[in-house]
């Protein structure tokens, strides 16, 4: 109360923030004025002025920055390039932040050229998309208020149809002005192609240049070039995909990107909330197939599927005879089944739609059971429970007894360590035996888990997953997800785990491969590499929380150039969707006839497909966009401002595009109007009961009917020609809330731009999700309360409270969970740009090359000797003869004083063996610098990006397999994190000192010459992790091969066939989105289980030898 009292007195927080700015818009508005006295050249020639001052001020640090840089190229000393290091870093910082002092100087000059530039533009005919258009447009004070706030890095607020567009004009040539760069990401190519050329009228003029990446293909020289522009449009895929694209070339004049300086999204919501759950990643084969279980076990999944709806019919059947004896409990105890069996059983809903009290006991008999720890009892009456709100479904033991009655332990997994323990500490078995039998437990081990885990993502495909809701089936026969938030398809997009081709198998499409992830970032972390994000949309206020926890930006709601004036009436509540959907179509059907333009927002596919045919039984003529219409987007949303249009959408279809009103839809329509036009009055009685009361048509047709005369006869005479029947402008029917207030709050927001009329309204049932899930039993409630019967509509401010409640429920939750695929993303993402610096390193070459690869020759080389010869170790236990070896067949370098064979007479000390070997590896480091001659630059960064680049490629497969199973260790009572964390650091541990220690070794065998001859080679294994085990063998020795760096011939630099070839070119690699080539996966070995024996023949299993 006392909040809302200081927000009476004071204002909102936001309007106390907008209005600060007002002097410094007076000032821009000021200096605007008198630019009128200038030519359009001399208006121009301001921009060269405004990069001048920027230079001035920063060419003194700009010099030093080059100083240390050349400084550094030039040091082999490792601790004086960490140094270097340090002070470029602060020194780069200190540069950011005196050009953000001048930019903040330069404003308002900067904004009122460009305000002055769009002036003389004014009815200029300019092209956009290929349509003519005229500029119409210089900036209101508001839309100042909205370019400084993005130039200020924080996310604007502005309403639909403010001129989010032009705001972001100024903000983005203030910034190019700095020469780094300038970019503008948009939701889709359409709006960035579009937004580029409007806007860039005013930018062209003022001597900027400006580009689209989107219209350029992934690596080429033009994409290049629309990167090297002034101010740069694109899609945010696009933006992220040539990030991950340019940590994967092999020459620097490949990479695309210039930095990442400054960025505004449009949108902002849609991009860095909605998009943020799903990474970006490109993909290439894993190289086996993956669909043969899927295929297998589908056909058994599908039978249980029907047998547990045969079950829960009878469970209703039996719950309504409990209800009938008035045993309430047993038939909460049925019904309870039900629900944790098939939650959209339609007679179980109808019967909590009819009796909310039902609810109640439901909920009543679940704590109990609850409470008890007996709600496993409940579950035996299943074949298997599934938990809609935590999106999962397990098997009951009856329902794993129906999948194999004939063997009762095919799902028993066993104790794999137990098990391997026992065998280990037997006395009676050899070491062959114990290995074999450990191996057998292995592979049993290994397929009752991967069939628990196809059963289990197919049992999710055939409840949780539902057809023209969560996805649809595409032109070409494949499953193509549907975005929930904006109800287009993802086309390439695919679940990960096998949900995807569990979803196949279930469909009987095509089942493709699974894929492996070659490189991935999420969009969080993508934005967050930008020194300076800002971004704009219509709805961000009910996020502002997950802004700024996670982005660290704040929220500034902008004021409108005109008040709103649209009708946000109170939810209709009806108790069943039949109801809801009959209601929904009354109304459509009286506004189309009083010709006022409706937009219907649906929540899914299925739903808008269910309107369009009781559309057109009642012949009322109307446009469908869902992800299976969603050609010609843009028009369609463009006229659905007509007279009388109707155009049922999914959610956000059509955002960025202004629905714009026709001729004569803001006129009210009035008593007058509604006689001229011939229009019965009983069909102009809205479905709102409390708007039918306040128009009195009730009393009018009750006293009509009680005198005998006509309603239009008793309208003229008690009424006057100019009472208002319904407002003008564009009508919104939502036909469900959606889990996000936010969503709800962008489709109302698509009525009542710059001060038009319009109204908006949700209809909504007892059985939509939302109200199903977190919010019926209150609502219910609160309808027993108002005496609301079937087929009866009931409105009140309360229920809309309780239903925002709801969703204020879901928001949280699904906060934390894009937080938690963050939190793991945030120790990837420190790992990926460790490894992404040392790649952009090696591309860009230099002498200091030199004295990176001598750094990790040392390093590795302190490894070795850590592993054969450890200082804190009894010297007898040293394997000096063995690290000799080791060190000559590695690197092909003898290192004398080490003894051929071990010992233990000669006492040596743990410093001399150090500096033998670093001496003979210097020795020898030099000979090879000399022998490559000018060559060694480009051979040391051949063989650096070859090894990172494979190990990277592994190291990501293992982090995948890792996530996906760490949530696991939540059952021994560890958090899943932490222990993600713990394991994720020793693996990226292991990484490093296994690229070490490969860059080391290729090193020193690369040659610069002809290619050699191909000869024949056993053919090895494809695995992951390091090349050699941590324990020399003379039978692995033995069968090493002493000259060649890997399989099949050398390239002219001496690098092996797999190490040279540059890997695969990124541009033809697969992405997560936007995909949709079918592409055919490569064959290559099966690779090992992390348990299964090691093919080295070391005995030990994989994940302890190859696979560390």
Not at 235 to 250: A, I, P, S
Not at 409 to 427: H, K, M, Q
Not at 551 to 557: A, C, E, I
Request: glycine content about 8%; overall charge negative.
């Amino acid at each position: 109360m006392l909040k809302a009292a200081v927000k009476t007195f004071l204002g909102s927080r936001h309007k106390r923030e907008a209005k600060k700015l007002q002097p410094l818009i007076d000032e821009i508005n000021e200096i605007y004025d008198g630019l009128s006295g200038l030519s359009d050249e001399m208006l121009s020639a301001k921009t060269t002025e405004f990069k001048e001052r920027i230079d001035t001020a920063t060419s003194q640090l700009k010099d030093e920055i080059a100083g240390l840089r050349e400084e550094k190229a030039q040091s082999e000393d490792a601790i004086e390039r960490e140094q270097l290091s340090l002070q470029l870093g602060e020194l780069d910082q200190d540069l950011l932040d005196t050009i953000e002092d001048v930019l903040e100087e330069i404003l308002p000059e900067a904004f009122a050229v460009v305000k002055d530039a769009c002036r003389r533009l004014l009815r200029r005919e300019i092209t956009v998309t290929g349509q003519k258009m005229t500029w119409d447009m210089i900036p209101y004070d508001v839309q100042l208020i909205g370019a400084i706030t993005l130039h200020r890095g924080i996310v604007a607020e502005m309403a639909t149809g403010e001129g989010k567009t032009l705001v972001a004009t100024m903000p983005l040539y203030l910034n190019a002005l700095a020469g780094r760069g300038a970019h503008l990401v948009t939701v889709n190519s359409y709006l960035a192609q579009r937004d580029a050329e409007w806007m860039g009228t005013v930018f062209r003029f003022l001597g900027l240049t400006v580009d689209v990446i989107d219209l350029h293909e992934p690596g080429s020289p033009e994409r290049r070039t629309a990167y090297q522009a002034d101010i740069t449009y694109g899609t945010n895929n696009e933006f992220g995909f040539d990030y991950l694209r340019d940590n994967m070339v092999h020459k620097l004049e490949q990479r695309v990107q210039r930095g990442h300086a400054y960025v505004i999204i449009d949108e902002v919501d849609s991009i860095l909330i909605d998009e943020a759950r799903t990474p970006l990643i490109i993909s290439g084969p894993v190289g086996r197939d993956t669909s043969t279980p899927f295929k297998q076990y589908n056909q058994l999944v599908s039978s249980l599927y029907k047998k547990q709806l045969r079950i829960t019919n009878d469970l209703v059947s039996e719950a309504q005879k409990h209800l009938a004896a008035e045993e309430q409990f047993e038939a909460g105890e049925k019904l309870l089944a039900v629900k944790r069996g098939t939650p959209r059983h339609r007679k179980f809903m109808k019967l909590l739609a009819d009796d909310p009290s039902l609810q109640t006991l439901v909920n009543k008999v679940e704590a109990d059971y609850m409470r008890e720890k007996r709600l496993h009892e409940i579950d035996e009456m299943l074949y298997f429970a599934m938990d809609e709100k935590g999106h999962n479904v397990h098997l009951s033991d009856r329902g794993l007894d129906e999948l194999s009655p004939n063997e009762p332990e095919a799902f028993t997994v066993p104790d794999l360590s137990a098990e391997i323990g026992e065998i280990e500490a037997s006395e009676t078995l050899s070491a062959d035996d114990q290995r074999e039998q450990i191996q057998g437990f292995e592979a049993e081990y290994s397929a009752k888990s991967q069939k628990i885990h196809v059963i289990h993502q197919l049992l999710k495909a055939y409840t949780l997953f539902h057809k023209d809701e969560k996805y649809i089936i595409g032109e070409n026969g494949e499953v193509v997800i549907v975005d929930e938030f904006t109800g287009r398809q993802m086309a390439g997009r695919r679940w990960s785990d096998g949900l995807h081709q569990a979803v196949e198998a279930k469909e009987g499409v095509e089942i493709r491969g699974e894929t492996q992830t070659l490189a991935t970032v999420t969009i969080q972390n993508y934005f967050r590499m930008y020194d300076k994000l800002a971004g704009m949309t219509g709805t961000a206020e009910t996020e502002e929380t997950e802004f700024h926890q996670i982005y660290g930006l704040d929220v500034l709601v902008i004021p409108t150039n005109q008040a709103v004036v649209r009708d946000d009436r109170n939810d209709l509540i009806f108790r069943t969707k039949r109801e809801k959907y009959n209601a929904l179509m009354d109304e459509i059907q009286r506004l189309n006839k009083m010709d006022l333009p409706v937009l219907v927002g649906t929540t899914n596919v299925d739903i808008s497909e269910t309107f369009s045919r009781m559309l057109k039984r009642r012949g009322v003529p109307h446009q469908v966009l869902n992800a299976k219409h969603h050609k010609s987007e843009s028009e369609v949303v463009r006229d659905a401002g007509q007279p009388g249009a109707v155009t049922i959408a999914t959610n956000m279809a059509g955002r960025g595009t202004d629905i714009k009103l026709g001729t004569g839809i803001t006129e009210p329509r009035t008593i007058e109007w509604l006689i001229e036009q011939g229009i019965e009055l009983e069909e102009a009685i809205p479905v709102d009961p409390v708007r039918a009361e306040q128009m009195k048509l009730d009393t009018v047709f009750k006293t009509a009917d009680k005198n005998g005369v006509s309603v239009s006869e008793m309208i003229r005479r008690d009424w006057a020609d100019d009472d208002v029947l319904e407002d003008g402008g564009l009508q919104i029917l939502g036909s469900e809330r959606h889990d996000s207030r936010r969503i709800d709050r962008q489709l109302r927001g698509r009525s009542g731009r710059q001060g038009d009329p319009g109204s908006s309204q949700f209809y909504l049932s007892l059985e939509d999700d939302l109200m199903r899930l977190f919010g019926s039993e209150r609502i219910a409630g609160v309808m027993d309360k108002m005496g609301a019967q079937e087929g009866e509509v009931i409105t009140h401010g309360l229920v809309t409270k309780s239903i925002e409640r709801a969703q204020r429920k879901v928001e949280i939750n699904n906060f934390e969970a894009r937080k938690r695929l963050l939190d793991y993303d945030d120790v990837m993402n420190q790992q990926r740009e460790v490894i992404y610096d040392l790649r952009l390193f090696a591309l860009e070459g230099g002498e200091d090359l030199k004295g990176e690869i001598w750094e990790m020759i040392e390093q590795a080389a302190h490894d070795l000797i850590d592993e054969y010869a450890p200082a804190d170790a009894a010297e007898e236990s040293w394997d000096l003869a063995g690290l000799r070896r080791r060190i000559l067949l590695d690197s092909f370098v003898m290192v004398q004083e080490l003894p051929e064979e071990n010992d233990i007479e000669h006492e040596h000390e743990s410093y001399e063996i150090e500096q033998w070997v670093t001496k003979a590896l210097r020795e020898s480091f030099i000979k090879k610098v000399e022998s490559l001659g000018e060559h060694h630059e480009q051979v040391s960064g051949f063989i650096m990006l070859s090894v990172i680049d494979d190990k990277w490629k592994d190291h990501l497969y293992d982090l995948d397999h890792l996530k996906a199973s760490i949530s696991f260790r939540g059952w021994g009572q560890k958090d899943p994190l932490v222990e993600y964390k713990k394991e994720a650091y020793e693996m990226f541990v292991d990484l490093m000192a296994d690229i070490r220690k490969t860059i080391s070794n290729y090193f020193f065998r690369a040659q610069f010459g002809p290619p050699q001859p191909k000869r024949r080679v056993p053919q090895r294994l494809a695995y992951s992790g390091p090349t050699d085990s941590p324990v020399t063998r003379a039978a692995q020795e033995a069968r090493r091969e002493p000259v060649q760096a890997g399989v099949g011939g050398r390239d002219e630099l001496g690098m092996s066939s797999r190490a040279s070839a540059g890997g695969p070119d990124p541009r033809r690699l697969a992405t997560n989105r936007g995909e949709q080539e079918t592409r055919k996966p490569i064959k290559v070995d099966k690779q090992p289980g992390r348990n299964e024996p090691c093919p080295c023949g070391s005995g030990k299993k994989y994940k302890k030898c190859h696979g560390r």
